[in-house]
């Protein structure tokens, strides 16, 4: 008996030593885990950050536009005959002056050769008829010569002076009728697709041979509205203005030139103006007809505050920025744009300079949310 009881009093001892124990386990886990564990409202996000720009930037109108060749002709032949050679492939670059077909040229040079041989004989008679008017001057004075037939020897040599330069004007035409047997290049430019190949019989009113177009310069024309007019009119009571260029899918001009013209009516139906620019296009890559986008320069704003165009978000109230405020909170500000200047835009309201401009990880961030500065 009494051993049994020593027995029980032990174990009855040692279980409540045993649950302590555990109980102070279980506590000392919760505690480290509750320690461990930040809340997610305390993580502040990096972004990079970039200050507020001040700088003078040029002030930009663009407009679709089209191009047009400046001269764009037929070539036709002055006179009739076969083909006998095109001197330049269809759509070559050529040079003005260049040679570009030739019409057998053998009638013509028979008529100036005819031309010439009548002008020879002319020039001799009239020779002559000078000559005997001379002795008869001579004659006339002494009177051995009839006053009328001295008259009849003023007349002939008159009439062969006439002869002769009735001969000579022949020359010159035949030598024209000549010269059109080649046919040159009016301007520089490039060629269309040859419509007279070698041995056809082309007349003076016939068909064209082919086209020429001048690329070099080359219009642009578009169509700014009346708000737009008056703007581009101050300019250009204050100098040149200054056009670029874009093809489709550029984002940096190869092109440009200035504007050269302005229409004199505004249409009705439409609001708009007729315009235009002359651009150089040395590189011969604009073609008349193609569809570019021209940038004008206008003026210049000064001390533009700018951000970088990858620091705006886009939301059902407009364009926005976020500004690192007070404690390193985002402060979302709606802002309005103006003119762009490389990776840069114009902030017309919303921000100020030195104000410390979010631009990236804007998906990560909201208003009010705690952020790190990374200043680039």
Known sequence: MRSWKVVFAGTA???????????????????????????????????????????????????????????NISLQAKVSGYI???????????????????????DFQAALDQAKAQSQSDSAALDYARSNLDRGSTLVK????????????????????????????????????????????????????????????????GAPLNTLVQLDPIY?????????????????????????????G?????????????????????????ARATIGNADLSLLPGQYVRIRLAIGVQPDALMVPQTALGSSQLGKYVY???????????LVSLGSSDGGLVTVLNGVSEGDRIINGNL???????SVQPLLQ
């Open 250 to 274: 550029e984002t940096k001009a190869r092109h440009s030139g200035e504007v050269t013209f302005i229409d004199n009516a505004v249409d009705r139906s439409t609001g708009t103006i007729l």
């Open 84 to 106: 006998r050679e095109q001197h330049a492939p269809d759509g070559a670059d050529v040079k003005k002056n260049d040679l570009l077909y030739t019409i057998d040229p053998r």
């Open 142 to 205: 002494s009177g051995y010569l009839a006053k009328d037939t001295f008259d009849q020897r003023t007349s002939a040599a008159g009439q062969a002076e006439a002869a002769l330069a009735k001969d000579q004007a022949a020359v010159r035409t035949a030598e024209l009728n000549l010269s059109y047997t080649e046919i040159r290049a009016p301007f520089a430019g490039r060629l269309g697709r040859n419509q007279a190949p070698v041995g056809a019989l082309i007349g003076v009113a």
């Open 363 to 369: 998906q990560k961030i909201g208003p009010g949310a």
């Open 323 to 333: 500004v690192v405020g007070p404690g390193n909170k985002a402060d979302q500000r």
């Open 220 to 248: 642009v024309t578009f169509n700014p509205s009346e708000t737009d007019l008056v703007e581009i009119q101050k300019a250009r009571a204050t100098g040149k203005i200054g056009a670029d260029i874009f093809l489709p």
């Open 13 to 71: 001892v040692a279980v409540p030593i045993i649950v302590f124990v555990v109980i102070q386990r279980s506590d000392m886990l919760t505690g480290s885990t509750a320690a461990a564990a930040p809340s997610p409202a305390m993580i502040a996000m990096p972004v990079p950050v970039t200050t507020v720009v001040k700088k003078n930037v040029s002030i930009y109108l663009e407009y679709s536009a089209r191009t047009e060749s400046i001269r």
